[in-house]
T-cell receptor, first 112, second 110 residues
């Protein structure tokens, strides 16, 4: 079934540890995105990539990094996790432009 | 800057109509979207409306767009328990900047 796969589903992480959230899509979409969802704040864009080999900063990029080595994969790395990064993280992809986003099922991350 | 606003909660009785409202600031988008998020899942596209339309109807869903007031609404007729979810309004102001509202949590009373 075509779509977006995120891993892990959930994770508890000690503060200061490094963590990579994985995201893979099989729809050959050019654009990919990482959002975090926090109660009362909706979805906030962390980083995005309009095409393989390029990335850009979203609304809340600090403490996060991304890479886009190929079309399918868009990992999100927390170099040194802090409790304020406790959130639900969603990866999404689209054909770009005004096309709708397709979302993964999310990764629930707790930083203690 | 660009912004999309929604109320956080809505409670309706089963069988009644639900109306979820959204206001936005960027009027340059070709489309405006409504997404639905069920518990433990990601967002799924529910419906959309072209910015040159005033209304779109799709089975139990009616989307109304008032461009003058920058107001978007989603009406769900004959609301069922399966409609319980969080509904997000989204304004794709640019390819790299899709602005989501905070989401409206719809709960259904028996």
């Amino acid at each position: 079934i075509a779509g977006i796969t995120q891993a892990p589903t959930s994770q508890i992480l000690a503060a200061g540890r490094r963590m990579t959230l994985r995201c893979t899509q099989d729809m050959r979409h050019n654009a990919m995105y990482w959002y975090r969802q926090d109660l009362g704040l909706g979805l906030r864009l962390i980083h995005y990539s309009n095409t393989a080999g390029t990335t850009g900063k979203g609304e809340v990029p600090d403490g996060y990094s991304v890479s886009r080595a190929n079309t399918d994969d868009f990992p999100l790395t927390l170099a040194s996790a802090v409790p304020s990064q406790t959130s639900v993280y969603f990866c999404a992809s689209s054909d770009g432009g005004n096309s709708p986003l397709h979302f993964g099922n999310g990764t629930r991350l707790t930083v203690t | 800057g660009e912004d999309v606003e929604q109320s956080l909660f809505l409670s309706v009785r089963e069988g009644d109509s639900s109306v979820i409202n959204c206001t936005y600031t960027d009027s340059s988008s070709t489309y405006l979207y409504w997404y639905k998020q069920e518990p433990g899942a990601g967002l799924q596209l529910l419906t959309y409306i072209f910015s040159n339309m005033d209304m779109k109807q799709d089975q139990r869903l009616t989307v109304l767009l008032n461009k003058k007031d920058k107001h978007l609404s989603l009406r769900i007729a004959d609301t069922q328990t399966g409609d319980s979810a969080i509904y997000f309004c989204a304004d794709p102001s640019s390819a790299s900047k899709i602005i989501f509202g905070s989401g409206t949590r719809l709960s259904i009373r028996p």
